[in-house]
């Protein structure tokens, strides 16, 4: 039986619906929130977050679908996580939602200083892609800097547009959404039957997350709708992403600082590096400067959990720990972590008809 079928029918059994609440409302969040809905339709669902759209780590990022590598997590699994959110994004780029969720195709290069490795040679997501080749040599003169390049198309979600779309989607299917500060999933169980985790940062101090640290990231958007291709240094640090509305430049990693104060110099610095890339660049306006603490680690923590406390028990899926790959993973860990909560209904049906027995 399809997983899909399999949990429907688990969650029409006689259990009262289900209380799933999901904490917090990025791209990760929602998009999760999403998924359960769709997976299990008499859950109730709600979103728990002290911060939405246009606050969030998630509206900071460029949503662009370039695959960020989690050393802790097998690269079949990233492969399939990258997949599926490209898979569906690609299908709303080609409906008539695609301007109001913000998603589009946008072509560009990937260039490298030196020889590249094996690996970034031939990424293990430029078959995902569309048209993934190396570059030309007539196309490496716009990089004089660079040895080799590939070029590709991918996807790019605008936030907030797309982050507001999933909301609207949400709303329609009865999911509530609440501004609220979780300190402890325990203040929760009292409301829920069960807790979906996806806090990002705030996963540190929620349940005391000590392998999550904050990469900060500061970008720019500015106005220059003359640039129509991205261009992502290999190193991943300085890149140009062009939008609907604007066009991101970036970037810095630095590990462990959580200050969300722009930084000057690293404006100078980043605008200077994007304009050595694309000097037309230097013509910009309506510079506007954001920061946000990517949450990193080794893997993503996407799992299920058993929370016990004086003899109750309190099931959680934890869903978190994008880091710089949130958006090009999002749908695939979602459907994941909702396979996760239908295996915690399973569970809880289980035990309540063990009960009746």
Not at 116 to 121: D, L, M, Q, R, Y
Not at 142 to 147: A, D, G, I, L, R
Not at 176 to 194: C, G
Request: hydrophobic share 40%; with cysteine.
């Amino acid at each position: 039986m399809h997983v899909g079928a399999s949990l429907l029918r688990l969650c029409t059994l006689d259990m009262a619906a289900p209380k799933v609440a999901v904490i917090g409302a990025g791209v990760v969040g929602l998009s999760t929130a999403l998924c359960i809905v769709e997976t299990c339709p008499s859950c109730s669902v709600t979103v728990l977050s002290d911060q939405f759209s246009p606050n969030t780590t998630s509206n900071v990022a460029a949503g662009i679908l370039i695959p960020h590598t989690y050393p802790g997590t097998p690269i079949h699994v990233q492969k399939q996580w990258f997949k599926e959110t490209f898979t569906y994004l690609f299908a709303l780029s080609n409906s008539n939602e695609a301007s109001e969720a913000g998603v589009h195709l946008v072509s560009g290069w990937q260039i490298f200083k030196n020889t590249p490795t094996p690996k970034e040679e031939l990424p293990f997501w430029s078959d995902v892609v569309l048209g993934f080749r190396p570059m030309s040599e007539a196309e490496l003169q716009k990089f004089p800097q660079h040895q080799f390049g590939q070029a590709f198309t991918t996807l790019k979600c605008e936030c907030p547009p797309y982050l507001l779309w999933l909301e609207k989607r949400l709303k329609a299917n009865g999911v509530q959404m609440y501004t609220r500060k979780v300190a402890d999933l325990w203040e929760l169980h009292s409301e829920y039957n069960i807790i979906v985790n996806c806090s990002g940062i705030g996963a540190h101090q929620l349940v005391g997350d000590e392998k999550l640290l904050p990469v900060r990231g500061q970008v720019l958007k500015v106005h220059a709708p003359w640039v129509k291709n991205f261009i992502r240094d290999g190193d991943g640090l300085t890149y140009i992403y062009p939008g609907i509305y604007s066009v991101t430049l970036g970037g810095t990693r630095e590990k462990e600082k959580w200050s969300l104060s722009p930084d000057p110099d690293t404006t100078k610095d980043i605008f200077e590096r994007c304009c050595s890339l694309e000097p037309s660049l230097w013509g910009a306006q309506d510079i506007e400067v954001k920061v946000g603490l990517r949450p990193s680690r080794w893997c993503v923590r996407l799992e299920r959990q058993v929370l016990s406390r004086g003899g109750v028990k309190l099931p959680v899926v934890h869903n978190y720990g994008h880091g710089a790959g949130g958006f090009s993973v999002h749908r695939g860990t979602a459907k994941e972590a909702a396979r996760l909560v239908g295996e915690c209904i399973a569970a809880l049906q289980g035990s309540s008809s063990r009960a009746k027995l």
